[in-house]
């Protein structure tokens, strides 16, 4: 039995055309990615990871999905389709964090143009093409606020202005979610008026926009397959209705992290499902001595290991169930409200930091049981241990707890 | 302002010579080291760069030298009644720069401490060895080989299987031992061993500990072969491979010590390495605790310095916490080595264990340390231009090995609990 059946979920909410889309990924995974995964960090030249993310994002077509049916897209802009979303994002993950990470960071820069009931049905029309009818991969990329500043949810990135029928936009050192030298789009945090103040908006900003510098990917503790990278700006120009979202306060914000959050631990929750197998195995064939001739049998048959497992498989569990949970609040306004409300967003924190703790946490615990074969880099799982933490590191922690406390506790900060 | 120097170590612990060891190796550091080090993650495998920091080290500044006779070249601290502490800095400034690098130097001398340090010393075999790295104009890397392929940690759980899974046999044919067998992950293999310190069983399957027999093998003997550097997520300095002996024939008097005596001293090379591994994570600790501060001092959070913001200033005093505590701790177990007369042998099973225990605790708090800076830097945290993330994939692996952290809580347990069985 796969990982993916043997840990719970809420079956009601996952279709059949869910679960077929996830069958299809999970083939691609161990087709595509699994046998050459462990290559990712020297991929250097994009020849593992680039004929792998064609084959998902085109050929399976993950790029289309979000985008609505009459646009050519996969009609999964329904709030419902969180569930379907989720599913997906689970089995990328499970084969490679770093292509789930892209994967996810394109919706949630997505999101905001297409997600029902709010369509923007123009820049639809005209974004669409972009991602549905070509042959290549097409990224998306959030770049959102930073922590700093006087904003309680940190600091716009870029400062936007309008003039005419056209935002300029500027901005420094910017540092996307993902994918910074390889975004087809950005969706921007600006603030609004030349200066950084009390209103914020999303812009959308084509990759191949004048004025747009990238530099060289960074250099990461893991998620190889994100080629991310500091962004700049200088009086990038952009037509007006390329503004998604506008707003006082942080609604803008909220509402686009939400998703991001779900998405980002949808992504944390396929690793955790491939940790398993991989502790599993180790387990099941590693036979450890003991004091007693009796003692001598598999890892798992030793209660300190086995209690050691157990904590992993909790963790895993427990993830799963409550990311599925996020998802189906996030599609289900008329009773959960609005994604970027204070409840919303409070609770898509909170999943989301307990399932990239919790990602941490379960890969950490493995690599205990497999020791050296845990940090050997042919032994697959301190991939999935580097991944997970760089996952958590750009979702930011502290930031995190602020946002938790400040909902549950009122606090001011 | 407040630096590493003012977390507390216990001064009845500190060695003569520490502030010139201090002063020498963080001077190293400074300037061989921590300018390139996050280039060492490329050079895994060819040393290009890790290479002449090493030389630098073990040759230029001498400190390959410093275990043997002063007759032979050395710098006599086998006998000098501070060799743990003496030890425990020089590891801990090295490791603070990489310590990759720190478990690299450390293991020159991990097996040579069977033979080497008082009140036990093999004065015959230490001074065979000792123009190897006396006189040498290039540095020289011990290696210390345990592990087996069918059991990994088994070798090291000494009390509860004495020995007896082992594979790797020595059989004495007239004057000389042939061994044969296949160990894996010993710290400095992978081509870069110049003479390895082998454990085997003269009788493969007892669990007599006179059948436990440690056994010197200069690299260059026929039949020894390195493999390649195994690829890990970290500690690019230290390279580790698999090592085949194939009637490997050296003289009957590199056995360290003979029959029972061997097991025996062996403990002490347990001990040693958790003295060793929490310097290494010390080290670690200190410099995230500079690089953290640096960073929440010049970052800003809503008009004021992160350090001023009480959520991370908490995360912070954490962090600080903790580095003095697993200070006190590591250096007080360091002197206990060194008085060995006042806490009792260094390979017994109560100091051995208690090494475990100490280590434990110090590198599940460094890799605590490891991760709250990390979070702190939020999104920067696992840039690897900011170190933090290379110091959290180093001292993952100061946890996990020398068999691992459940083996650490078995031994705790059997010593202080009377466990029967486990």
């Known amino acids: 039995m796969q990982p993916a059946e043997i840990f719970p979920y809420p079956r009601e909410w996952v279709d059949e055309e869910a679960e077929l889309l996830a069958s299809s990924i999970r083939e691609w995974g161990e087709r595509e990615v699994m046998p050459k995964r462990q290559k990712f960090d020297e991929d250097y030249e994009n020849k593992l990871i680039g004929p792998a993310m064609k084959a998902l994002f085109v050929d399976i077509g993950v790029q289309k999905l979000l985008w609505p049916e009459e646009y050519g897209g996969g009609g999964l802009n329904s709030p419902d389709g969180a569930v379907t979303i989720t599913r997906a994002l689970e089995e990328i993950g499970r084969a490679d964090p770093g292509i789930g990470f892209v994967a996810a960071s394109t919706l949630s820069a997505l999101t905001p143009i297409v ?117 700049h700006f200088q009086n990038v120009r952009v037509p007006k209705r390329y503004c998604v979202c506008q707003g006082a306060g942080d609604e803008c914000f909220k509402g686009m992290f939400s998703w991001h959050a779900l998405y980002a631990s949808a992504v944390c929750a396929g690793s955790m499902l491939d940790v398993y197998r991989i502790v599993k195995q180790w387990a099941d064939t590693r036979v450890m001595r003991g004091h007693q001739k009796w003692a001598e049998r598999p890892l798992k048959e030793h209660p300190v290991d086995a209690a050691v497992l157990a904590e992993v498989a909790q963790e895993i569990a427990i993830s799963r169930l409550v990311t599925y949970d996020l998802a189906r609040m996030l599609g289900r306004a008329e009773v959960y409200g609005e994604p970027g409300s204070d409840e919303l967003f409070t609770a898509a924190r909170a999943v989301n930091l307990f399932v990239t703790d919790a990602a941490i946490k379960s890969s950490d615990k493995a690599m205990e049981i497999m020791a050296s074969q845990g940090y050997a880099r042919g032994g697959e799982l301190e991939k999935h241990w580097r991944d997970v933490r760089t996952i958590q590191a750009s979702m930011e922690r502290l930031p995190a707890l602020r946002d938790i406390a400040r909902y549950f506790y009122a606090t001011g900060m | ?92 400034e090295v490791s603070r720069a990489d310590s990759g690098m720190g478990v690299a130097f450390g293991c020159i001398f991990w097996a040579l401490t069977m033979i080497g340090l008082a009140p036990h010393i093999n004065e015959e075999l230490l001074a065979e060895f000792a123009p190897r790295f006396t006189e040498s104009d290039k540095a020289v890397f011990t290696s210390t080989a345990m592990t087996e392929p069918h059991g990994g940690a088994d070798i090291e759980n000494l009390d509860a299987l004495k020995g007896g899974t082992i594979k790797t046999t020595a059989r004495l044919e007239g004057d000389e031992w042939v061994i044969n067998g296949h160990k894996l992950w010993p710290t400095n293999s992978g081509g870069v061993a110049d003479l390895f310190g082998v454990v085997c069983t003269t009788k493969p399957g007892s669990t007599d500990e006179k059948d436990f027999a440690f056994i010197f093998v200069p690299a260059d003997t026929p039949g020894v072969k390195q493999g390649k550097p195994y690829q890990k997520m970290g500690m690019a300095a230290d390279k580790n491979s698999d090592v085949w002996f194939d009637n490997v024939r050296v003289p009957r008097r590199y056995r360290a010590w003979g029959p029972g005596l061997d097991i025996k001293y062996f403990r002490e090379v347990i001990s040693w390495g958790c003295m060793g591994s929490i310097a290494f994570a010390l080290g670690v600790m200190e410099n995230i605790y500079e690089i953290i501060k640096d960073y929440c001092s010049t970052r800003d959070y809503r008009g004021k310095p992160l350090k001023e913001d009480s959520a991370a200033a908490a995360i912070l005093a954490d962090i600080a916490a903790a580095v003095e505590v697993c200070s006190i701790i590591g250096w007080q177990y360091a002197g206990m080595l060194d008085k060995y007369e006042l806490y009792g042998d260094k390979h017994s099973v109560e100091i051995a264990t208690k090494g475990r225990m100490h280590k434990m605790f110090v590198a ?45 809580q078995m031994e705790i347990a059997r010593l202080f609990y009377d466990c029967q069985t486990l």
């Open chain 2, 364 to 408: 599940d708090k460094a890799i605590e340390v490891a991760h709250k800076a990390l979070s702190i830097m939020g999104r920067y945290g696992c840039d690897r231009d900011r170190d933090i993330e290379k110091h959290l994939r180093d001292v993952k692996m100061i946890q996990l090995w020398m068999g691992g952290k459940q083996l650490c």
């Open chain 2, 1 to 92: 302002m407040k630096t590493i120097d003012d977390f507390t170590i216990p001064q009845e612990c500190l060695s003569p010579v520490d502030d010139t060891l201090r002063d020498m190796v963080r001077e190293w550091a400074e300037k061989e080291v921590i300018p390139y080090r996050r280039e060492f993650d490329e050079d895994w495998e060819e040393h290009k760069l890790i290479a002449p920091a090493f030389k630098k080290l073990f040759v230029d500044l001498g400190f390959q030298k410093v275990l043997f006779p002063g007759e032979k070249g050395g710098l006599e601290l086998s006998n000098a009644g501070f060799a743990a502490t003496a030890s425990f800095r020089i590891f801990l």
């Open chain 1, 115 to 231: 997600m029902a009931p709010k369509v923007n049905k123009k820049l639809c029309a005209e974004f669409a093409p972009l991602f549905c009818n070509a042959d290549g991969v097409r990224i998306g990329s959030p770049i959102l606020p930073e922590q700093g500043g006087e904003g309680i949810y940190g600091v716009a990135p870029a400062v936007a202005r309008l003039e005419g029928r056209e935002w300029v936009i500027s901005g420094e050192g910017m540092r996307p979610a993902s994918s910074g030298s390889t975004a087809d789009l950005f969706s921007v945090f600006c603030a609004v008026g030349g200066t950084v103040g009390k209103e914020m908006a999303v812009i959308a900003v084509p990759g191949d926009t004048n004025g747009i510098r990238r530099e060289k990917p960074y250099r990461k503790t893991g998620l190889a397959s994100d080629r991310n990278a500091t962004v």
